[in-house]
């Protein structure tokens, strides 16, 4: 394989294996801020123990997070170093304000939130925790300011030419609120917060399949359903807006996401199917008219076709409608499951219900493999453009890597990526197998509360 190929086979392991961890460090940063906030407000010991309990997963999770993504700011400078030295003046800015402002706010409460319970006053702690969740958003805004940059660039002007350009910031606002950030990031928040309650629903199933923790268990269940289900609410919500506004600004990557070959009036949305390159169409279930519909309002609009872009500007068509499909599927999926588990949750009948348990405790893997998709489905999208419009793939390679280098690097991260994947998989089943503990079902002196009647 050529150097550029295997540079973004490279790029897409080591991005795809760091995604693993942040959304599930944002939604467990909510849980801890609701969990110790209901215990705050109730005084119920019970809400204490979650609290704790959840606070182990989240440190494990914010570790391995922290070591994966160190790697990729490195490979801007190995593997594409032309892009690093074309965008350097606007990602400088993002990811400084990254590290200012979360990064150093998550770290610097992290230790209160991991070894101050029995240390500081209640009060003190619970804003720990809020400042640790707050910091790993801050975090996400950051990064999502710099990749929808990358997808709607503003702001800038370019400066020189051929292998000395580079995009210079003239509007720092504009940058940052370039026009897909705001429906990218509530997007990608929303992602995250599904990822971290069906994580809580699905350890807390498990434990009630296996007649372990059933008090601790139940209520972290209904709090894992409660987010879950309000973040596929949001979800459903934010992939509508992000849609019309891809249809605006990138609208030959949703003719590939819809594997629309020719510009449609009343175009329909494909509901289930796959595509035939050869006849330049889709074969499956679709309904009439409703792709106009969502991406315009208006059943009767006109949604531009890949023929309306030359070869050399189109996006693969297979992987991004494969990689979209899958998340709106896993996303429907996930908005029923929660849906009826906290229905069931009415008289209890969902403890009865093993099946459904069961599916619970599975659920985890749907958030995932939907974060996954989605941001496959966001950067295959924007090929063969690194910077859309602006700056192509290719041309943003480094000009002194090699094909054997990026080879012997590429099979030294998935070996070591394998091994890192084994140790969370090890540490995360030791926790849970090991519980929550009973002595957090009594605080100490400093943090005790009344118990409200």
């Known amino acids: 394989m050529d150097v550029l190929t295997l540079s973004r086979i490279q790029f897409g392991l080591t991005i795809g294996f760091h995604y693993l961890y942040p959304p599930l460090s944002i939604g467990l940063g909510v849980m801890l801020v609701l969990m110790e906030g209901a215990w705050l407000r109730t005084g119920n010991e019970i809400y204490h123990q979650m609290a704790r309990f959840w606070t182990r997963i989240f440190a494990l999770t914010f570790a ?3 070591a994966t993504g160190i790697v990729m700011e490195f490979e801007f400078g190995t593997n594409w170093a032309t892009y690093s030295r074309f965008v350097g003046d606007v990602f400088g800015s993002a990811l400084a304000a990254e590290g200012i402002f979360a990064f150093f706010l998550e770290s610097g409460f992290l230790a209160l939130l991991l070894f101050g319970w029995d240390k500081v006053g209640r009060k003190t702690h619970f804003f ?4 640790v969740a707050l910091g790993a958003h801050f975090s996400a805004v950051w990064i999502v300011v710099a990749n929808s940059w990358m997808q709607t660039p503003a702001g800038y002007h370019i400066v020189g030419q051929g292998m000395r350009a580079r995009a210079e910031v003239t509007d720092f606002w504009q940058v940052v609120f370039n026009p897909s950030m705001l429906c990218r990031l509530s997007h990608t928040l ?3 917060w599904a990822t971290g309650g069906f994580l809580v629903a699905s350890v807390s199933a498990w434990y009630i399949l296996k007649g372990r923790h059933l008090d ?7 709090a894992g359903l409660g987010l879950g289900l309000a973040a596929s609410l949001l979800q459903a ?3 509508h807006l992000s849609a019309q506004n891809v249809a605006r600004h990138q609208p030959a990557k949703l003719a590939a996401f819809e594997g629309l070959y020719h510009t449609t009036a009343r175009a329909p949305l494909v509901l289930a199917g796959y595509v035939d390159e050869k006849d330049q169409k889709v074969i499956g279930l679709e309904a009439p008219d409703l792709l ?6 208006n059943i009767n609009g006109v949604v531009e076709g890949l023929d309306d872009f030359s070869a050399g500007d189109r996006p693969p068509v297979v992987p991004c409608f494969i990689f979209f499909h899958g998340m709106v599927a896993i996303g429907f999926g ?3 499951l929660s849906a009826l588990g906290l229905w069931s949750l009415r008289g209890n009948r969902l403890f009865q219900r093993r099946w459904l348990l069961w599916l619970l405790v599975f659920s985890v893997v749907g958030p995932e493999l939907a974060n996954q998709f989605g941001w496959f489905a966001a950067e295959v999208g924007r090929q063969p453009w690194i910077v859309y419009g602006v700056l192509r793939t290719p041309e943003a390679l480094s000009v002194v890597v090699k094909a054997n280098v990026v080879m012997a690097s590429l099979i030294l991260f998935t070996v070591v990526y394998f091994l890192l994947f084994a140790a969370f998989i090890y540490l995360l089943n030791e926790k ?3 519980g929550p503990e009973d002595a957090d079902l009594i605080p100490s002196g400093k943090l005790a509360l009344p118990v409200k009647p």
Do not use: E
């Open 64 to 66: 391995l997070g922290v």
């Open 237 to 239: 919500t934010t992939g």
């Open 334 to 336: 996930l908005l029923g």
């Open 292 to 297: 106009s519909f969502l991406a315009d309002d």
């Open 128 to 131: 720990a925790t809020c400042m």
């Open 190 to 192: 929303g992602g995250a």
């Open 432 to 434: 849970i197998q090991h």
């Open 216 to 222: 601790f268990a139940r209520k972290s269940l209904k």
